[in-house]
T-cell receptor, first 112, second 119 residues
Framework: QQQVKQSPQSLIVQKGGISIINCAYE??????FPWYQQFPGKGPALLIA???DVSEKKEGRFTISFNKSAKQFSLHIMDSQPGDSATYFC???????????WGAGTKLIIKP | GAGVSQSPSNKVTEKGKDVELRCDPI?????LYWYRQSLGQGLEFLIY????????KSGLPSDRFSAERTGGSVSTLTIQRTQQEDSAVYLC?????????????????FGDGTRLSIL
């Protein structure tokens, strides 16, 4: 009930392409879904987050799509750039609860 | 400070020694979290502080691990009698959490971690 399943484990995309990372959750009570970006040797940094009252949120080239009925959410990176190469983590939580439930991460490589 | 600061950034020690890892959260952040990240893996929750209290220590792997937070600010994670399996990056995060209304909760901000290597 508390798991967040993330796929794929790794992803290679050509520069300018669209990168798509998917996550699925089980607990229908989750109400906060952030994506974090982590570069080697650095801590994760919040990239974008969504709450279940909207189906999509866009910030620049990054978009979260949220499907409440399917209990899935995904990160889309448009016009992917080599600088986007990093590990991406999805997470979920109850806003009233401190604990984020983390996906296993996706290592994204953008080929120039 | 502007962000979460962790020290040391790297620590190499011999098996059996004790180590202390320090976290300076963002000023004003009431909540503090410790995570462990093994090479190429996701984040493993260790402990959560709200103020100086730790309502959830359930993620601590064994009784060799302990943590404290003083003055609602700096936190120290201590690992006693280190083992090789303790080798990992230890990450600290902080956030503001409203004491009553979750609407005031803010995202977690991470430090760059301490890379711990046990020889």
């Amino acid at each position: 009930q508390q798991q967040v399943k993330q796929s794929p484990q790794s992803l290679i995309v050509q520069k300018g392409g669209i990168s798509i990372i998917n996550c699925a959750y089980e607990n229908t009570a989750f109400d906060y879904f952030p994506w974090y970006q982590q570069f080697p040797g650095k801590g994760p940094a919040l990239l974008i987050a969504i709450r279940p009252d909207v189906s999509e949120k866009k910030e620049g080239r990054f978009t979260i799509s949220f499907n409440k009925s399917a209990k899935q959410f995904s990160l889309h990176i448009m016009d992917s750039q080599p600088g986007d190469s990093a590990t991406y983590f999805c997470a979920a939580s109850l806003d009233s609860n401190y604990q984020l439930i983390w996906g296993a991460g996706t290592k994204l490589i953008i080929k120039p | 400070g502007a962000g979460v600061s962790q020290s040391p950034s790297n620590k190499v020690t011999e098996k059996g020694k004790d180590v202390e890892l320090r976290c300076d959260p963002i000023s004003g952040h009431t909540a503090l979290y410790w995570y462990r990240q093994s090479l190429g893996q996701g984040l493993e929750f260790l402990i959560y502080f709200q103020g100086n209290s730790a309502p959830d220590k359930s993620g601590l792997p064994s009784d060799r691990f302990s943590a404290e937070r003083t003055g609602g600010s700096v936190s120290t994670l201590t690992i006693q009698r280190t083992q090789q399996e303790d080798s990992a990056v230890y990450l600290c995060a902080s956030s503001f959490r409203g004491p009553i209304d979750p609407a005031f909760n803010q995202p977690q901000h991470f430090g760059d971690g301490t890379r711990l290597s046990i020889l």
